[in-house]
Each structure stands twice: as C-alpha cells, then as structure tokens.
C-alpha cells in the first residue's frame, strides 16, 4: 500500500491543514486576508465532511467494533461546524458576531478532530485491509477532483441516527 494515498493518512493530512488554516486566521492583518484564508479553510472543512460522509463512514458503521455510535456522533459534530460555517457567512468578515461563529466552527472542529482520531481512525484502521484503504484513499481524491470548489455538493445537514440506519 503507498501509504500517503491510504485513506487515514489524507484525512490526517486535511486535519493538520485546518489546524494551520485556523491559526493563520491568528496572524491576519486585515479583513481582505481574513476573508481569504476563511474562504479557502470553511470550503475545505466543509468538502472534507461530505469526503467522509461519502467515503469513511459508510465502511465504518458497518465493520467497526462501535460504528455506529462514532458514526451517529460524527455527523453530529459535522452539522454544527457546518452550521457555524453557515452562521459565520451571515455577518460581516471580522465583526463580533463572526468572530463568535468562526470560533464556534473552530471549537466544534478541534474536538471532532480529536475524537475522529482517537476513536474512529483506531477502529477503521482495525477493520480494514491494506487494500481497502488504499482503494478508498483513490476514491477520496476522486471525490475531491469530480468536487472541485465544493462543485454538486450540497453541505446540508444529516440527521445521524437516518444515516446510520442508512448505511448500516
Ligand atoms: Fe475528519
Ligand atoms: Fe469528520
């Protein structure tokens, strides 16, 4: 298995990007550059959501050891970073109320990242060969070629307990 293309290594790859984007938005001078570093970083969380949604969470709920309860909770957490995301296009770039909304989607992230990579990687990586990993690696850059800029993707809500009883 190339291991840079295996699906846990570019998931990890995203997370380690929305760190740096969230601490670029420390170092901003303006709101030209917080306008642009929060546009590229909103979109990326937001595609990387509906990567794993797409990709990861479909094989997890079924083969994990607690699939289903880290699934339900992942999407949950993937709806409130969406819904601040959401939230934060409401007000202007670098006022109060987009503050709060860029540092709610900031919180709700730096948690799901912890519990995505201490629970639900573990588990997957558990119950998947080499060779699955690295085929869903290949469909996670397919994914994010066919959805260039967020191209034919919804970013709406799910309902976890209806994914799961989905995907299950
Ligand atoms: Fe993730
Ligand atoms: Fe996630």
Do not use: C
Request: hydrophobic share 40%.
């Amino acid at each position: 298995m190339s291991t840079v293309d295996e699906i846990t290594a570019l998931i990890l790859d995203d997370h380690a990007a929305f760190r740096r984007g969230f601490a670029r938005l420390d170092d901003a001078r303006d709101e030209q550059e917080l306008l642009a570093i929060w546009d590229a970083l909103a979109l990326h969380l937001d595609i990387h959501a509906e990567a794993e949604e797409a990709i990861l969470y479909p094989h997890l709920v079924k083969h994990g050891d607690d699939g289903e309860d880290e699934t339900a909770d992942a999407i949950g957490d993937h709806n409130k970073i969406r819904d601040a995301i959401a939230e934060s296009k409401l007000h202007p770039v670098g006022s109060e109320r987009w503050w709060a909304a860029v540092g709610t989607a900031r919180r709700e992230n730096s948690e799901h990242l912890a519990e995505e990579e201490d629970e639900a990687l573990p588990d997957f990586r558990r119950h998947a060969s080499s060779e699955l990993r690295a085929e869903l690696g290949h469909r996670w850059l397919t994914f994010y070629g066919e959805h260039k800029n967020g191209r034919d993707l919804p970013f709406r809500d799910k309902d976890p307990q209806s994914y799961v009883a989905d995907h299950r």
